[in-house]
């Protein structure tokens, strides 16, 4: 059968492909897909194109479909059920491994947009966060959000967003941050948390201020957690790394040990609504219309947050 995809041809540039699926193999799945969000990194590859960039995204990794087929040797899938896996690939087969089925109810596919958010849970993890420490994180975009629904959750004895965002500060502060900061408003009150410190410092914000503010920010001993992609060569303050015993921790996705772990954790975060990714979603459009995605998410203060390609209608 004929089915629609889409390619990286060159920077800002992208294709629209007809590509045919055949019946799965034994060992896989064939997935009508429903939804796929798009990310910083399919941005990324978006303006610098696919040649000679060694993190070029693939065609999509944020999908959730339903069965259509099952391969003849597959167990513990059926049609209909909800998938997590794939790209933006209208129809496609999957490998089993690739593959994890939601055990919940679905109503809004919106919700269910797993990858970013099992990214976030793996962050909490890895970030080493001890009951009643004060936390500190420095950017409030999209990650930063799901950071702040995850972290409401937990047993922080502080949550403190920061960003230069009034508007997504507003939704940290009902996502659950005790206390909100905006840059260029705040300075005064972020000149004392300065002194104050931190005892954890996430930094979400990837950019080269963001890094010296949580440098700042933490504590003598405490954790300065890099969560965003910090794209090219930044500076840190080694003086301060050093004499301060700062604990550089990388709470990346790939620093994962066992991702398959992760997403299945995640789903039950989602399913008992500690994540609401549904309310974080500005942008939708149909895959003909990806191009569109993109070019708003090039310049986020027109209200851009989160886009994902809907499928069917």
Not at 23 to 49: F, H, N
Not at 124 to 135: H, L, S
Not at 163 to 171: G, P, Q, V
Request: include cysteine; glycine fraction near 10%; charged fraction near 25%.
């Amino acid at each position: 059968m004929k089915t629609r995809t889409i390619a990286y041809i060159a920077p800002k540039k992208i294709e629209l492909r007809e590509v045919d699926v055949g019946e799965p193999e034994a060992e896989q799945i064939q997935l009508r897909k429903v939804a796929c969000g798009i990310c910083a990194w399919d941005l990324s590859t978006y303006k610098i194109g696919p040649e000679n960039n060694p993190y070029a995204a693939p065609p999509g990794h944020e999908g959730l479909g339903q069965v259509l087929k099952v391969g003849k040797d597959v167990k513990g899938f059926k049609e209909g059920d909800w998938v997590i896996g794939g790209g933006f690939q209208e129809i496609q087969n999957i490998k089993l491994k690739d593959a994890i089925r939601i055990p919940y109810e679905v109503k809004d596919p919106m919700t269910w947009i797993v990858e970013p958010i099992s990214c976030v849970v793996n962050g909490i993890e890895r970030a080493q966060i001890f009951p009643g420490e004060r936390v500190a994180l420095v950017g409030a975009g999209y990650m930063g959000l799901l950071m702040v629904q995850g972290l409401a959750h937990h047993l922080v004895g502080e949550l403190i967003a920061i960003d230069t965002n009034a508007e997504r500060l507003a939704m940290a502060k009902k996502f659950g941050a005790h206390r909100i900061l905006q840059i260029g408003k705040d300075d005064a009150a972020i000149e004392k948390l300065v002194e104050e410190k931190a005892d954890v410092v996430v930094e979400l914000a990837g950019a080269q201020p963001a890094l010296d503010l949580s440098v700042r920010l933490i504590r003598n001993g405490g954790n300065l957690c890099i969560f965003s992609w910090q794209r090219g060569t930044r500076t840190l303050d080694c003086n301060a790394l050093h004499c301060r015993g700062i604990n550089v921790l990388n709470t990346a996705p790939a620093n994962a040990p066992n991702y398959a772990r992760v997403f299945k954790n995640t789903l039950p975060l989602i399913a008992r609504g500690v994540f609401k990714n549904h309310e974080l979603v500005s942008h939708t459009a149909p895959i003909d219309r990806y191009h569109e995605l993109l070019d708003t998410a090039m310049y986020p203060e027109k209200g851009y947050l989160k886009g994902v390609v809907r499928y069917g209608g």
